[in-house]
């Protein structure tokens, strides 16, 4: 299967999470010391991983790139497609190759795999609580260091959108930037000023919006607003630019501030909390 995920390198993450595991460059590291003395060189394995959760598929061209990465021979045919429900019990990926070296990448595998689909059925489950076409879905910056691209494209293929990437593609003004610039108006001046493109504004009240608009904010970040009130804000932006609901949302209010007329809805937990989905790998020797 061809996989590839703009802005990241598949290859170097194979390869530092594997020399990571395995200790390289440390006093006696650069082995699985287990594989080694307990397997066979010449001993092959064949493998199934499967799911006992039911989940949203996320990351098995990942996982197929850590066997591969040991076993470039390895016969690996992935089984459900990415983004794809799959219910417990479902099969996800045989294998067939070199015992040490499954054995060797299979923690790796299967660390990614649990976390992306534990991130991906995260985010189907909102996106049902919110039941609304209308609204979109989105992530945020809070992601684990160095895994950023990998859980916003987990998100992705549960249903979600992302928000901005990083702090280079567009400006989100907070309270923190308000308070040195003096104002709303004047923190989205300065931006505007910088030549900035795209510039969401945070506000947390209604008597910010005008300000913010007035000085050329092209999206409106309605901050830890109730549903009653982030109505009232839509109503005063009245469709001039984008509007974004955050903070305070879970499984239970996600519905009623996305039926509040905001474009958009973003939540931090999909990527700061979601637990890893139970997937887990049998192997059979061959001989």
């Given at each position: ?22 200790g ?56 459900v ?17 070199n ?15 649990q ?5 991906a ?28 691209h990998?859980?916003?494209?987990a ?9 901005r ?7 989100m ?9 003096g ?16 510039i ?64 958009y809805?973003?939540?931090g ?19």
């Amino acid at each position: 299967m061809n996989w590839h995920l703009e802005g990241f390198d598949l290859d170097r993450f194979v390869r530092e999470t594997l020399a990571e595991d395995l200790g390289a460059g440390l006093p006696g590291g650069g082995r699985d010391v287990t594989s080694d003395s307990v397997i066979p060189a010449e001993a092959r394995f064949s493998g199934v991983m499967d799911t006992r959760d039911a989940i949203r598929v996320a990351g098995l061209p990942i996982a197929a790139a850590f066997f591969r990465a040991r076993d470039p021979a390895m016969t690996i045919d992935i089984l459900v497609e990415e983004g794809a429900e799959a219910a417990p019990g479902t099969d996800l990926m045989r294998l067939e190759g070199n015992a040490r070296a499954m054995l060797t990448a299979e923690r790796s595998a299967l660390n990614t795999v649990q976390h992306l689909s534990g991130i991906a059925t995260m985010v189907a489950a909102y996106v049902r609580a919110m039941d609304n076409p209308a609204c979109t879905l989105l992530d945020t910056r809070k992601t684990i260091p160095g895994l950023r691209h990998l859980e916003k494209y987990a998100v992705r293929m549960g249903g979600g959108a992302n928000h901005r990437m990083g702090l280079w593609d567009a400006a989100m003004i907070k309270d923190n930037h308000v308070l040195v610039a003096g104002s709303v108006g004047e923190a989205v001046r300065r931006a505007v000023a910088a030549g900035v493109a795209e510039i969401i504004c945070e506000v947390d009240r209604i008597d910010q919006i005008e300000p913010a608009l007035a000085a050329g904010a092209t999206r409106l970040l309605l901050d830890n607003m109730d549903a009653a009130t982030l109505r009232r804000a839509v109503s005063v932006v009245d469709g001039r630019v984008p509007t974004e609901a955050s903070g305070g949302i879970n499984l239970d209010t996600i519905r009623a501030k996305a039926a509040s007329g905001v474009d958009y809805v973003s939540v931090g937990r999909l990527t700061q909390s979601a637990p890893a989905a139970d997937i887990g790998l049998d192997f059979i020797p061959l001989r």
